[in-house]
C-alpha cells in the first residue's frame, strides 16, 4: 500500500510553504502532492520536467497534481500511474477539517493513512481559538491531528511564543508538538522513514538539516525476544508527545517466525507482517523524537517491561543506541 499523509490547518499557517520544500527537495522519495490550487505552488522553473494541465512532474521524480472536482477521481488517477509512488501527501485546504479528507482517503485499500499533519500560526491561533467565527474550525482541525506543527516561531516575541505553547499543551497534552520558522521541517518527522534499519555497530542518524539538530533526537531499541502483544499496544496508545515517529521490525509473542512492520506517526501507529524481513528474531525499533522530551532510558525500560520474560534473562534485558553525535547529555532526557 501507498502512504498518505494530510496537511492540514487554517488559512496562512504555512501549508503552501511546506509542499514547496518538500516537493523542491524531493527527500529521495517520490513524492506526489494533490493540491487545490496550482497558482499557489512556487516551483522553481529548473525542476519541472513536464506540465499537462492537471500535473506538474518534477526532475526529481515528485509529483504536483490539482485534486479537481474530485480528491477521490485525483487519488484514482495516482493510483493508475505506471510509475510506483513513494508517498501521497494531500493539503487540505485552509478551512477544511484534515480528518474529514483523511477519512476520504481510506476508501481507497491501495492506501494506507500514514498521520494528519496540521500547522498552526505561532502568531495568531490564541486569537484564532477564541474567534466566534472561526475558534471551532481551527480546534476543529487540531483535534483530528496525529501532530502539531507550530510554525511562525519568529514573529511573537519570546513570552508570547512561551504562553502558546503553554496553551497548546495544556489544551492537547497528548499531540506531538514541533516549533519551527518558514514551515522548515525534517522530512524525516513528516514522511514515512527509510526502510532501512541501523545496524548495532552504526546507530541510525536522523537525516535532517543542522539548523535542526538540536532539536531532534534519533534513537534506537533492540531486543532479541518477542513482545507480548497487548502490553506493546497499550504502550504504543501511551508513547507520548516526545516521539514523533517510529519505524522498525518487531517480533511478537505467539508467531515468533512472522517478522511485523511497526510504523508510528504522531499518536498513529499501525502493525502488519513485514513483506521483506528476514524471521531473525530480533526486534528493531528507530524513534526519532525531540530533544528536550524524549527519554530514551525511561522509554528503554518501558519497552523492555512489554517483552516477554525469558528463563535465565532479566525482563528488562535489551539494548539502546545514540547516533554518535546526538547521544543527550547525561540526565538532559533521562
Excluded: Y
Excluded at 507482517?273 to 524471521?279: A, I, Q, V
Aim: charged share 20%; net charge neutral.
Amino acid at each position: 500500500m501507498t502512504p498518505l499523509s494530510v496537511i492540514g490547518g487554517f488559512l496562512g499557517a504555512g501549508k503552501t510553504t511546506l509542499i514547496n520544500q518538500l516537493l523542491a527537495e524531493g527527500c529521495g522519495r517520490r513524492l506526489a502532492v494533490l493540491v487545490n490550487d496550482f497558482g499557489a505552488v512556487n516551483i522553481d522553473a529548473a525542476l519541472i520536467a513536464g506540465h499537462d494541465g492537471e500535473t506538474i512532474a518534477l526532475t526529481n521524480g515528485c509529483l504536483c497534481c490539482s485534486i479537481g472536482d474530485s480528491l477521490i477521481a485525483a487519488l484514482d488517477g495516482l493510483q493508475r500511474r505506471r510509475v510506483p509512488l513513494d508517498h501521497i501527501l494531500v493539503e487540505a485546504s485552509g478551512v477544511a477539517d484534515p480528518a474529514r479528507v483523511a477519512d476520504l482517503a481510506r476508501l481507497d485499500p491501495a492506501l494506507a493513512l500514514d498521520g494528519i499533519i496540521v500547522l498552526v500560526d505561532a502568531e495568531r491561533i490564541r486569537g484564532q481559538l477564541v474567534d466566534r467565527h472561526i475558534g471551532d474550525t481551527v480546534r476543529r482541525q487540531i483535534d483530528g491531528a496525529d501532530m502539531i506543527v507550530l510554525n511562525k516561531m519568529d514573529l511573537p516575541s519570546a513570552e508570547a511564543g512561551r504562553l502558546v505553547l503553554d496553551e497548546l499543551r495544556r489544551l492537547w497534552p497528548d499531540l506531538p508538538l514541533v516549533t519551527t520558522t518558514g514551515a522548515r521541517v525534517p522530512a524525516a518527522i513528516l514522511l514515512e522513514p527509510a526502510a532501512g534499519l541501523p545496524a548495532p555497530a552504526a546507530p541510525n542518524r536522523l537525516s535532517a538539516p543542522a539548523d535542526h539538530a538540536a532539536q531532534f533526537l534519533s534513537w534506537c531499541f533492540e531486543a532479541d525476544r518477542p513482545f507480548a502483544p497487548q502490553p506493546l499496544a497499550q504502550l504504543l496508545d501511551r508513547l507520548g508527545g516526545g516521539v514523533l515517529r517510529a519505524k522498525g521490525t518487531v517480533f511478537l509473542a505467539g508467531d515468533p517466525a512472522q517478522a511485523m512492520l511497526l510504523q508510528l506517526a504522531g499518536r498513529r501507529w499501525s502493525l502488519a507482517p513485514h513483506p521483506r524481513s528476514e524471521p531473525s528474531g530480533r526486534s528493531q525499533i528507530v524513534f526519532i523524537g525531540l530533544r528536550d522530551s524524549l527519554r530514551p532510558t525511561a522509554l528503554a525500560a518501558r519497552l523492555a517491561a512489554a517483552l516477554v520474560p525469558r528463563r535465565g534473562h532479566r525482563a528488562g534485558a535489551a539494548t539502546a543506541f545514540w547516533p554518535e553525535s546526538g547521544r543527550p547529555e547525561s540526565g538532559a532526557t533521562e
